[in-house]
């Protein structure tokens, strides 16, 4: 079974479009992060959600806009998509944000933007 | 600004051998841990080391950490092929909300 999973894995597209990455934990975990890490493998948290509620909220453009329907599924929204997006995004949980533990990393979604 | 910087970038070794990385960071810290990332996945998480303890074993991995230095240490020994991959230290601050800093990573070489 999966712990963490995102799909798509690639994503290919052009500039100036719209696109989502959805992830989904079956961990039974309370907390769910969005990173990005560059092609200098430099790993960076833009968004944290704890129960359906935004807690973090780093420097990230307002094209990028998180969801969380459930605490079970954190999606990634990107709007207006520009070359400096691409880059590798991964979802991430963890049983409490409170608490000082380990996080579970999906597979990753390699987004390219041409 | 990035938190942790590690040390070094990249290291290769014979199969047999152990490989020390270190991480250095930068503000206070709870907690302090080490991922592993195979190339193309995701990160594993592989030990956790807290403010107040010194010194953690799991397995082959050693991993020490130096609060007067802000520092730490991942020993693995007897390496293995299996074990290259790239190496991420990651400090979780007094913040309660899971926020973890990641160092830039050491990408480690096992030769069979």
């Known amino acids: 079974d999966t712990a963490v999973s995102q799909t798509p894995k690639y994503l290919v597209t052009q500039m100036g479009n719209d696109k989502s990455i959805k992830c989904e934990q079956n961990?039974?975990?309370?907390?769910m992060y969005w990173y990005k890490q560059d092609s200098k493998k430099f790993l960076k948290i833009m968004f944290s959600y704890n129960n359906k509620e935004l807690i973090i909220n780093e420097t990230v453009p307002n094209r990028f806009s998180p969801k969380s329907p459930d605490k079970a599924h954190l999606n990634l929204h990107i709007n207006s998509l520009e070359l400096g997006d691409s880059a590798v995004y991964f979802c991430?949980?963890?049983?409490?944000?409170?608490?000082?533990?380990?996080?579970?990393f999906g597979p990753g979604t390699r987004l390219t933007v041409l | 600004s990035q938190q942790g910087e590690e040390d070094p970038q990249a290291l290769s070794i014979q199969e047999g051998e152990n490989a020390t990385m270190n991480c250095s960071y930068k503000t206070s810290i709870n907690n302090l841990q080490w991922y592993r990332q195979n190339s193309g996945r995701g990160l594993v998480h592989l030990i956790l080391i807290r403010s107040n303890e010194r010194e953690k074993h799991s397995g082959r991995l050693r991993v020490t950490l130096d609060t007067s230095k802000k520092s730490s240490s991942l020993l693995i020994t007897a390496s293995r092929a299996a074990d290259t991959a790239s190496y991420f230290c990651a400090t979780h601050g007094s913040s309660n909300t899971g926020k973890l800093i990641f160092g830039q990573g050491t990408t480690l070489q096992v030769k069979p």
């Open positions: 961990l039974g975990h309370d907390t």
């Open positions: 991430a949980s963890s049983h409490d944000a409170r608490r000082t533990n380990e996080q579970f």
